[in-house]
């Protein structure tokens, strides 16, 4: 359970109050404003390597870590399909 600890509190560390920032170094946009939506999506590509570095580390294999993988993708599709299942009855009543 310290892994998912761990990993949780490196998602709300990166991802918390992201601002457009100024991108150096050996990225594309170089020298250009990234948006907050590049931000984030620079941030969860970054948060995503590390995680996948920490588990070897760990110990986890790779089918170990596709399980983990599944099970999030598992977790957001029961979310959207229950946000969608409330949508469409909002609408039906309406």
């Given at each position: 359970?310290?892994?998912?600890s761990v990993v949780y509190n490196m998602a709300r560390s990166m991802l918390s109050?992201?601002?457009?920032?100024?991108?150096?170094?050996?990225?594309?946009t170089q020298g250009k404003i990234m948006t907050d939506r590049e931000s984030r999506t620079?941030?969860?590509?970054?948060?995503?390597?590390s995680i996948?570095?920490?588990l070897q580390v760990q110990g986890f294999d790779e089918k170990q870590i596709v399980a983990l993988a599944t099970e999030l993708i598992s977790e957001v599709t029961?979310?959207?399909?229950?946000?969608?299942?409330?949508?469409?009855?909002a609408h039906a009543t309406a």
């Open positions: 359970m310290q892994v998912i109050d992201m601002k457009p920032t100024r991108c150096g170094g050996l990225y594309p620079r941030a969860v590509r970054i948060l995503a390597k996948y570095k920490d029961n979310t959207i399909s229950k946000d969608s299942s409330r949508d469409e009855k």
